[in-house]
């Protein structure tokens, strides 16, 4: 990888995503046919549509922030208007495939028709094209990256090999990757079901954590994204803390808040192989 210091629109010495797993539903229901009985797990997850999106909304339009929504495309079939007020704030639709399947869990078949369902409900909601993927509970596959490939996607967003972008690779495969971690992500903390038990944690935490790791990148000149679940992330006392990093960040006047597709466009010229 060449060096990426200093080379951020404005001289900004770092780079921020915000972005946001719009699961909902769909969430559940690719766990399994019985999810579709269970109302109030369900419930849950239409919380995020009804409640999450519009303060998410909000939260970056007072901060003018550019961010970028991973949206399946049963999501996108269940929520009208949802995609449309994305788009209206100038966010990014990414794909997150159809019924939030996981790859590692599913035949090839069922792979391909996640990547193109996916593709025909997000192009029905109005949705342009999408250039970057995030695959469901970052388990990507041989089998998946191929089809990114093969499908032109501009950049992945489901790996860990490096915290800065870089080139997934596998036998003649590559993708701009722009990686993630489960130490950004909401899930891990605030994440609670009735079957598997799961973590309330203190929300403070998030935000000592994330902006260390702004901190950090600030520090050694390079990008970092954070992901978050608007059924979780959502709740009001949560939004809050995730302002109190939103703030700090933007109290700096040296970062670049950018969706992943204007990412990935800075990005990829500069690098000329994998770490």
Request: negative net charge; contains cysteine; aromatic residues 10%.
């Amino acid at each position: 990888m060449t060096d990426q210091q200093s080379t951020f629109p404005g001289g900004a010495s770092a780079a921020v995503s915000l972005t946001f797993d719009v699961d909902a539903e769909s969430g559940w229901l690719g766990e399994g046919e019985e999810y579709a009985r269970r109302l109030t797990i369900l419930s849950e997850g239409r919380y995020g549509v009804v409640r999450g999106v519009p303060r998410i909304l909000e939260l970056l339009r007072r901060y003018s922030i550019p961010a970028t929504f991973f949206v399946p495309g049963y999501t996108a079939e269940v929520h009208p208007g949802l995609v449309e007020s994305l788009l209206a704030g100038g966010h990014e639709v990414a794909h997150h495939g159809y019924l939030h399947l996981r790859s590692d869990k599913v035949s090839v078949q069922e792979q391909t028709e996640e990547i193109h369902r996916g593709f025909e409900a997000l192009a029905k909601a109005g949705a342009p094209r999408p250039v970057g993927y995030r695959s469901t509970s970052w388990e990507l596959t041989p089998e998946t990256l191929e089809l990114l490939v093969d499908n032109d996607f501009r950049y992945d967003s489901s790996c860990m090999g490096d915290d800065r972008p870089y080139l997934e690779r596998w036998k003649h495969l590559s993708i701009l990757e722009i990686p993630v971690h489960w130490s950004l992500d909401d899930w891990p903390r605030f994440g609670w079901n009735i079957d598997g038990g799961g973590n309330v944690a203190d929300p403070a935490e998030l935000t000592r954590s994330w902006i260390a790791e702004f901190e950090a990148a600030r520090s050694e000149q390079r990008h970092t994204s954070f992901t978050m679940h608007p059924e979780v992330i959502g709740r009001p006392y949560r939004m809050a803390q995730l302002e109190k990093v939103v703030e700090h960040i933007a109290s700096s006047d040296d970062v670049w808040f950018a969706r992943l597709d204007e990412v990935a466009e800075h990005a990829a010229p500069r690098l000329t192989g994998p770490s």
